[in-house]
């Protein structure tokens, strides 16, 4: 055994236990004994500092894969604020007008745009212009064409397009997933997704159909939408859908406060999910196989998620979402990591072609078929 062998089994002491390596495994700690990451860090800068932008940059504070080295905004005052707090160099700050200059700064890889979902698209074509990856914020676009233009900048530049589906990483929504894809739950018959909150603020970008692209769907019945694919593991083939509206000067022409939509899936599954900005408390996905079920209450939330299924309580650990969704995006970019549940441009389209066919079903009071 070498010597350095034995200074770091005996450095790792009571402590931690180490595996025997060899010489080009070893790891390296720092002054507390812990392992010290030495792989590829995917260097982020955020687009748009309001509060997802914020609850983003606190998770990544925890983040080994990934870090925050940049910001864009349109608010001089945040900008200062995060660049003491999270020690960002003023090279590294940019506003709306500029950041396309980003592309002639060798220390960002990647732009997070956490902005109100109508500027997704132009805001990504020009990060792909900059040569730089897209992370992009959900809904990616507001409609299956708009997100096909941003596939298609992507691909032109060469660069990945991520979408912030934090929930496929999810240790619980994971264990239900292997669960079904292992058989134990039988096959699958019926999902329900209740999705939805009471919005607050009449005057919010939420509500401004320019901003937001349309209403609850767009905003929380989308995790209805992708959780229902995700859960049953197939894509739908027919949507049916139905409005209801409470509040005409609240919710305003194009804005939905409640859809009720139905999904038909190949294999004969069926799904009835409910989205809503009329309604506390609906976060709760069901998942029905003739063997068995798993039940996430909540399901969607920042969690802890919570769930059970026939076999009993799920007792994956909570780690925040953002967190894991962030080392993993750093895996996915920098070192081709490909993921249990697509977190791509490719996944995040077919929410919106469905979404489409939600709104168009609604509008005509008929079943829309799905080619995904
Ligand atoms: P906020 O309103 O809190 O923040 C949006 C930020 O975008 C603003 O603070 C502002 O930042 C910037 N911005 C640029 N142009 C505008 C404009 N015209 N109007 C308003 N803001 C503008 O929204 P959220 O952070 O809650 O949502 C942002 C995105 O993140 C949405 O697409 C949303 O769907 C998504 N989201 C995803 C979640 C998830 O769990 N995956 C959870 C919550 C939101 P600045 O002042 O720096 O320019």
């Not at 950041?99 to 979902?117: E, G, H, L, M």
Request: glycine content about 10%; some cysteine; hydrophobic content about 40%.
């Amino acid at each position: 055994m070498d010597s350095r062998r034995i200074f770091f089994q005996k450095l790792a002491g009571p402590f931690i236990a180490i595996p025997l390596l060899s010489r080009k495994e070893l790891p390296l700690f720092n002054d507390k004994n812990k392992v010290v990451y030495q792989g590829p860090v995917l260097r982020v800068a955020i687009m748009g500092l309001g509060s997802y932008g914020t609850r983003v940059a606190e998770a990544m504070q925890s983040c080994t894969k990934a870090k925050l080295v940049g910001i864009i905004s349109g608010t001089p005052s945040k900008i200062t604020a995060w660049q003491s707090k999270y020690n960002i160099p003023e090279k590294n700050c940019y506003n709306y007008e500029n950041f396309d200059a980003i592309k002639d700064n060798p220390d960002i890889d990647a732009v997070y745009i956490i902005t109100p979902n109508a500027l997704h698209k132009n805001q990504a074509i020009r990060v792909a212009k900059a040569g730089k990856h897209v992370i992009s914020e959900k809904p990616m676009a507001l409609n299956a064409h708009e997100g096909q233009e941003m596939i298609d900048a992507c691909k032109k530049a060469n660069v990945k397009l991520l979408v912030g589906y934090r929930m496929h990483f999810e240790a619980k929504t994971l264990e239900v997933i292997r669960m079904r894809q292992a058989g134990e739950l039988g096959k699958i018959v019926f999902f329900q997704g209740l999705c939805g909150f009471k919005i607050g603020d009449p005057t919010q970008w939420r509500l401004n159909k320019q901003l937001a692209g349309g209403g609850s769907i767009m905003d929380i019945g989308i995790y209805a939408i992708n959780g229902a694919r995700y859960m049953v593991g197939e894509d739908p083939v027919w949507v049916t859908a139905q409005e209801t509206k409470t509040d005409t000067i609240k919710f305003k022409e194009g804005v939905d406060e409640t859809i009720q939509f139905q999904f038909g899936f190949p294999s004969g599954a069926i799904a009835s999910c409910l989205s809503s900005y009329g309604m506390n408390g609906l976060d709760r996905f069901y998942l029905n196989g003739n063997k068995g079920f798993a039940e996430l209450l909540p399901s969607t939330g920042y969690g802890p998620i919570k769930g059970k299924t026939n076999k009993g309580e799920l007792t994956q650990a909570h780690v925040t979402h953002q967190t894991v969704q962030m080392e993993e995006f750093s895996a996915i970019i920098l070192e081709g990591k490909k993921p249990i549940v697509p977190v791509d441009g490719e996944e995040a389209l077919k929410d919106l072609k469905i979404i489409d066919a939600i709104y168009a079903s609604v509008k005509n009071n008929k079943k829309v078929n799905l080619y995904l």
